[in-house]
């Protein structure tokens, strides 16, 4: 098992952890993260009116705002959402990173962080 601390500005969180595709991955992650004043746990929160047109935009298209992503080797096109899965798939072979699903160019403004386990 691995802990690990993942903060909510960090756009790519290296888990140090390689994975192979198919993989099948235990993540169990607890705790608070902040979008500029929205909070949520690895799940992400419902995307409030105002902000729906900025779904499109979101690094991984049809996961919640600040839900727990995984990605490979910093590649985007690997991207999958994480949230309060009890397990996922690894979608490449690489180097696994975790991040909250935000607009590209606004982790300036996320506070927070979440536990994060791997089994």
């Given at each position: 098992?691995?802990?690990?601390?993942?903060?909510?500005?960090?756009?790519?969180?290296?888990?140090g952890?390689?994975?192979?595709?198919?993989q099948v991955l235990?993540?169990?992650g607890e705790?608070?993260?902040?979008?500029?004043?929205?909070r949520s746990g690895?799940e992400?929160?419902?995307?409030?009116?105002?902000?729906?047109?900025?779904?499109?935009?979101?690094?991984?298209l049809?996961?919640?705002?600040?839900e727990?992503?995984?990605?490979i080797?910093?590649?985007e096109s690997?991207?999958?959402?994480i949230?309060g899965?009890?397990?996922?798939?690894?979608?490449?072979?690489?180097?696994?990173?975790?991040?909250a699903?935000?607009?590209?160019g606004?982790y300036?403004?996320?506070?927070g962080?979440?536990?994060?386990?791997?089994?």
């Open positions: 098992m691995t802990r690990l601390v993942v903060p909510a500005r960090k756009p790519f969180f290296d888990t952890l390689d994975v192979a595709t198919g235990q993540v169990r705790g608070t993260w902040t979008d500029l004043w929205l690895p992400g929160y419902p995307t409030p009116g105002y902000m729906r047109r900025y779904e499109p935009q979101l690094r991984c049809g996961a919640r705002f600040f727990l992503i995984g990605c080797d910093r590649d690997t991207n999958f959402p949230g899965r009890p397990s996922v798939t690894a979608t490449a072979t690489g180097r696994l990173y975790l991040f699903n935000d607009l590209p606004f300036w403004n996320n506070w962080e979440l536990r994060v386990e791997i089994l």
